[in-house]
């Protein structure tokens, strides 16, 4: 399976934009990029996901690097809600299930 | 509608005790998918359903089982628990296959194995 790569941690300020880096240099051309983040004590909720192209959401923007090798989640206006661990997902359409790793754990401040 | 619910939400065994865990995906979804999230592993990957029939199984062992209903309902069922079975045991569910769809989890049930 191919592999993702996030920092352990990453703080930020309420209001401000948050940018959380995800590398997977072992992509292969069907994987899709996902992101999952997982609030305390609630299970995971699904936030975005691309193939090759940006995407947005009301929730986020996901920002694809040109070789796909590495992904950036991007959170435009941190708010305390958003605190959370948030992980980086590669997905292919042979059915795999998600493979979570570590992630990053995200905390916000006021 | 509904979101995914798991009952029970708590739950205390000793070990050598067998467990049933059960699942109610979203209304129309297909697809469950189980994991268990521990500190130490983090979230791992159990097994899937779709329409009845286990189609992914995760590096789990055999005490470790489930089933899927026509209602599209799961149970999971481990058996002869041990202390490292302590967990929160997560469901999702999907409208179809997981491949690329996205899944919705359920609050848990967290189990202690005494």
């Known amino acids: 399976d191919a592999k993702t790569t996030q920092p352990n941690s990453m703080e930020s300020n309420e209001e401000e934009p948050v940018h959380l880096p995800c590398n997977h240099s072992?992509?292969?051309?069907?994987?899709?990029i996902h992101w999952y983040r997982q609030l305390p004590s609630q299970g995971p909720e699904y936030v975005i996901h691309?193939?090759?192209s940006n995407v947005n959401n009301r929730m986020a923007s996901l920002a694809i690097a040109e070789d796909r090798k590495s992904s950036t989640l991007i959170l435009h206006r941190a708010t305390l809600r958003d605190a959370a661990v948030y992980y980086c997902?590669?997905?292919?359409?042979?059915?795999?299930?998600?493979?979570f790793g570590k992630g990053t754990t995200l905390s916000v401040s006021s | 509608k509904a979101g995914v619910t798991q009952t029970p939400r708590y739950l205390i065994k000793t070990r050598g005790q067998q467990v049933t865990l059960s699942c109610s995906p979203i209304?129309?979804?297909?697809?469950v998918s189980w994991y268990q999230q521990t500190p130490g592993q983090g979230l791992q990957f159990l097994f899937e359903?779709?329409?009845?029939?286990?189609?992914n199984k995760g590096n789990f062992p055999g005490r470790f089982s489930g089933r899927q209903f026509s209602n599209s309902r799961s149970e999971m069922n481990v058996s002869t628990l041990e202390l490292g079975d302590s967990a929160l045991y997560l469901c999702?569910?999907?409208?179809?296959?997981?491949?690329?769809?996205?899944?919705?989890f359920g609050p848990g049930t967290r189990l202690t194995v005494l």
């Open positions: 999702a569910s999907s409208p179809g296959r997981p491949s690329t769809d996205t899944q919705y």
């Open positions: 072992t992509i292969s051309g069907t994987d899709y």
């Open positions: 691309g193939l090759t």
């Open positions: 997902i590669l997905r292919n359409q042979a059915g795999t299930a998600l493979i």
């Open positions: 209304s129309g979804h297909r697809s």
């Open positions: 359903y779709f329409s009845e029939t286990q189609r």
